[in-house]
């Protein structure tokens, strides 16, 4: 049991349900029966704690960080509100970040599962298309629930980006992460990926700028999730184009036209119903603590904030299975002090930060 904590109290309008609320914080826990001797800490429209759908927390650009490293990633992205991040794939093993209250809560998708030479060296379990399935099984077993798999990746022999994977293989591993208790999702840039991932059966897709008017219907029909990391798309792919133009011509010419109309096409698979949730994939070279950046991205790109916001709060709580603020459920939230879906200013300036019931900011 966590030593006995001072009762606290919030006041002000719940989202996403817009009521008017009194509520209190007893044992690190929500409660709406009002608790005597609370203190209010906070005042205006209160949010389920920020949800980063995609980051890594012990990776950096430079591969994987040292304790003290993660701990400075850990901090930025709590920060901002962030008090439950998707891991989706760190090389190192992070469970101590479990064991401390001031960080925010890690859902882990184990290692990234990749080919020999087919993607970042040192970050992924390497392995060829016949292992896939036992290696997913056995990172199943590692995460929280998740595992992830790069599905395409530049191919140095054919000078340009390709799927990974034969698709009986990705059939293989989506039952076998199924079968280990496990949703799994892929990196896709590519149209060819993302199609065979579709096919497949994964879960969720994560960055999916190879995403056509066929494929948004059928990503739709299908109620697959998708973590645009828009972002970084827009940030990073003209450097990543660039850096390999000169050997890869195919390549670079690919990840260009990634890349333009990138927004667009995020905005026209919003509109067909796709499911969208909020990622920065801070933790390569996006830094952490810039959930508000993102959300700000996808804003721009005609995602309504409202809908932009649930999907870095009470949608991705409920697609994690992680809970909101109903009665007895753990204290973590964000105050604002007017409401966050009309102004990103007010989105990037929490009054107050709760995590596990303690004021952390
Ligand atoms: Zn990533």
Redesign the pocket.
Known sequence: MPREMEPLHVRGVRLPDEQPVDLWIRDGHVTYEPVLGATTVGTGWIVPGLVDM???IG?ASRGETDRAATEVQALASRDTGVLLARD??APGDTRWLDEREDLPRVVRAGR?IARPKRYIRGVSVDVEPPALAATVADQAGRGDGWV?IVGDWIDRDAGDMTPLWPVEELRAAVSAAHAGGARVTT?VFGRQALAEALQAGFDCI??GTGLDDELTTLMASMQVALVP?LL?VVDNFPGIADSGAEKFPAYAAQMRALWAGAPERIATAYQAGVPIYV?T?A??VIAHGRIVDEMATLHRAGLPLDYVLGGASWRAREYLGRPGLAEGDPADLVVFDADPRLDLATLAAPTRIVLRGRVIS
Do not use: A, R, S
Request: aromatic share 0%.
């Open positions: 995609h980051c890594h990776l989706c794939g990234h992830k990196h994560e960055h990391t970084n990622g994939d933790g390569g």
